[in-house]
Structure formats: C-alpha cells, structure tokens
C-alpha cells in the first residue's frame, strides 16, 4: 500500500465554507449513471449517483462521475448538467463479465489518475459499491485526498441471505472500510451492519438517506395513471413489481402472492428486466411459475422504463410488493410511497426504516407467498386503511429529498477536509 503523505496543518474552522469542496470525483466503475435503470446491473445505485450528484452540481461543486466504457461507440466525456459531467474510463474489453471486472481495476485507477491530473485538481473523492472502492483507496494514496465510500450493498449481508460473494469482496471491502475517511450508510441497519460485520469505526460511519424527486414522484389519480398504462382499466387489483430479476429480489414470491390471493381479479405487473448472471434463469423460473400457476394472462411482463416514468406504474398500483431477501435501503419502496402507494415488504435492511408497519405499509419478517398474499389482501378488502395508509406514505417520504441528501455530504466533505487523512492499519 502506497504510504499516505503528510498534509498541511489543520485549519481552526472544520466544516468552513472557507474548506468547502469545489471538485468532486466519483468513482462508479461497474455502472453508468446514464445507464436506464432495471437494465443489466444498473438499479438503485444508479439513480443515487446520477439524483445526488446532479443535487451537487447544482449546488455548486463541480462532479465529475468516472465509470468503465462499456460500448465501444461511447463518447469519452459526456456533460449531463453545468458541474455534472460523466468521464468514460477505457478498462478492459467493452463486454467484460461482471465477475471479472476486479481484473480491471487497476486500469481503471490508472485511467481516473490520469485524467484528474491532467484536466483538474480534486478535493475529494466519493466511491461507490466495493469496485469503485478498491479504486478509490488507490487514488487517495495517489492523490492525498479524503475518500467518502458508499457500499450500496454488503458481502456478509448477502451472504447471510443466501447470496454467497467471493471472500476476495469480503476481504476487499474491510480494506476500503479500514482506509476510508469516511462511510456513508443509508439507514440505521446498514450503519449497524457496518460496524457489527466489518468492525467499521463507529464514528467514520455517517447516516445519509437517500431522496426521492417529488417532481416526478407524488400522488395522483389511480385511474388516470391507468389509462395511462392501459392496464386495470375495469377497476381490478392491480399488484406491482419494481426492479431487477435477480434471486435476491424475491420475483417468485410476488408471483406466488398473486396466486394464494383469493381475488381472481388481481393482476401483478412486474416492471424490470434480468440482471447479472442469475438473472436470465431467474426470469425463465418466473415465467415457468406463473404458468405453473395458471397466471399466465393475469401478469403483465414490462420492460424497464426511463426512470421519471415509473410514477405512473405506482399511481396505478394498489400495492407495491417489495419481497427482497437483502436491500440496503429501498428506493423502490421509497418512490412507491411518495406516489401514495401502500408497501408491502420484506423486513430487510433498509425497508424497515421506510415502511412503518401498520402505518404506511406492512412489513414482513416471512418471506412466503401466503403471508404476502395475507398482507396484501387486508389492503384490498379495506379500500380506507389502504387509503389512510397511502397518505401516510406520501407524507413520510416528504421528508426524503436528495437537495438534503447533498447538504448533508457537502458538510461531510468540507469536514474531511479540515482534518488529517485516515491511514491504513
């Protein structure tokens, strides 16, 4: 490990705006912000950096978001917004497994070092998942710089939810922890899990959820929405499924939830496409199920779609059912409430701190398809509590905007700043 240099003394006034980060690199090698969510490997993560760094730029630091080129034909800089600009990094061939890509990350490093010194200096550095991490622990020693990680998910997590990853992440991911000047987490879980599974110190882990655009991302009119869709359009109950087909996510509990429903009316619309190896044998088990089930013409298959217009698929819904095995916080829950759309979810992760149980949704400790059937069914037979707890919904997510996300980070690294850099142990 390359040593850390020393830095200049420590100014009086931690957190100043005399201190306040103008340049930011954030690292996102395994995805694109400007990749469409619910396609490939792209999903929460992605709306996180593309939402908090666009909040940033507009709030004066100029970002520039380093990813791997992933297509050939992909121009090297592309400005999104004035202080947002995506930098396309060349690191190994364009198709490039997944499970490869820690082959790459040196030449990714290699690639980020060389354009940061070349364009402009930077005053921090902002990691996300343990790829960019891994990086991003290099670049710091190379340029002397706080580094800010955010994991987005965890090896021991997935690993206690059946989802095993190679012990080079887990191993990986306590090095970046052991260096970073700081770890954000999204909900207090996630922070617990930080310093319970990793050992991460306590006081280098700082809570900050993410938002949700209001603009795009608040109540309507059910059925406008779907006469919008074309769906549910004689009034039946419509169940909702948003994200990527993984195994993690649990596709064949809301599949199986539909059919212990005892409502031959309902329909479940699962809006998202495979991702990641188990994706495609995931989504052929899907289908396979719902045939299986005789639910053939009761599920509707739909793509995923540009991000803003998943509004109108919650608007419609009378549920969102979000049975995921692991979710270190759970926008898809998070934009379905701020629709007004009661959630009934797995109590994982992050879905505990955004649904209220009883009050803005139901949360599940049984991720069976008859105790989500049982949950969803008082929400359909009581038109008023699924009414009251939609509202409920609606007015807890107000309260999770990424302009305050931002704030919070812009603090954090004007902090960083001030202070003398974490060495490794």
């Known amino acids: 490990m390359v040593p850390r240099r020393s830095r200049r003394a420590i100014p009086p006034s931690p ?31 992605n709306v996180y950096v593309r939402e908090l760094v666009s909040s940033l730029a507009q709030a004066g630091v100029s970002c520039t978001v380093f990813t791997r080129r992933w297509h050939g034909e992909l121009p090297d800089v592309v400005d999104v917004e004035p202080g947002f600009r995506v930098v396309h990094v060349d690191a ?49 020693h190379e340029l002397d710089v706080p580094l800010v990680s955010t994991f987005h998910t ?48 306590p006081e280098r882990v700082q809570l900050v959820p993410p938002g949700v655009i209001h603009a795009f991302f608040s109540p309507g009119d059910r059925a406008g929405a779907r006469r919008a869709l074309g769906i549910g359009l004689d009034g039946s109950p419509l169940l909702l499924f948003v994200g990527r087909i993984q195994p993690l996510k649990g596709l064949d509990v809301a599949v199986g939830a539909l059919a212990a429903l005892e409502r031959p009316d309902a329909q479940l619309v699962v809006v998202g496409g495979p ?54 916080f759970g926008l898809v829950a998070l934009e379905a409430a701020a629709c007004g759309t009661p959630v009934v979810a797995a109590a994982v992760g992050g879905l505990r701190t955004l649904v209220e149980d009883g009050t803005t949704g139901f949360l599940l400790d049984e991720r069976s398809p008859d105790a989500f059937a049982a949950a969803i069914a ?32 812009r603090r954090l690294y004007a902090d960083l700043t001030s202070r003398q850099l974490i060495t490794c142990t």
């Open 15 to 45: 957190g100043s705006l005399d201190h306040a980060v103008r340049t930011l690199a954030v690292l996102s090698l395994h995805t694109s912000p400007l990749v469409q969510p619910g396609t490939g490997d792209s999903g929460g993560m």
């Open 154 to 201: 965890l090896a021991r997590v997935k690993a206690e939810t059946g989802d095993p990853e190679p012990e080079r992440r887990v191993q990986a991911e306590h090095a970046v922890m052991d260096c970073s000047d700081a770890i954000t987490a999204s909900c207090v879980a996630e922070a617990k899990q930080l310093v319970e599974l990793y050992g991460a110190a």
């Open 378 to 409: 008082r929400l359909l037979a009581d038109p008023r509590l699924a009414g009251a707890m939609g509202a409920a919904a609606a007015a807890r997510a107000r309260g999770y905007t990424w302009s305050t996300t931002a704030a919070r980070l």
């Open 275 to 328: 991702s990641g190896a188990d994706g495609p044998a995931e989504a052929a088990k899907a289908h396979a199920l719902a045939d299986e089930l005789g639910l053939t013409n009761r599920i509707h298959w739909v793509p995923p779609q540009p991000h803003h217009l998943l509004a109108t698929y919650y608007r419609a819904a009378d549920v969102c059912v979000v049975p995921s095995r692991s979710e270190s």
């Open 92 to 140: 190994g061939p364009v198709d490039i497994a997944k499970e490869r890509l820690p082959e790459v990350v040196d030449e990714f490093a290699d690639g980020v070092l060389e354009e940061l010194r070349s364009r402009r200096d930077v005053d921090a550095i902002h990691a996300n998942y343990w790829l960019s991490g891994v990086a991003g622990h290099r670049l710091k």
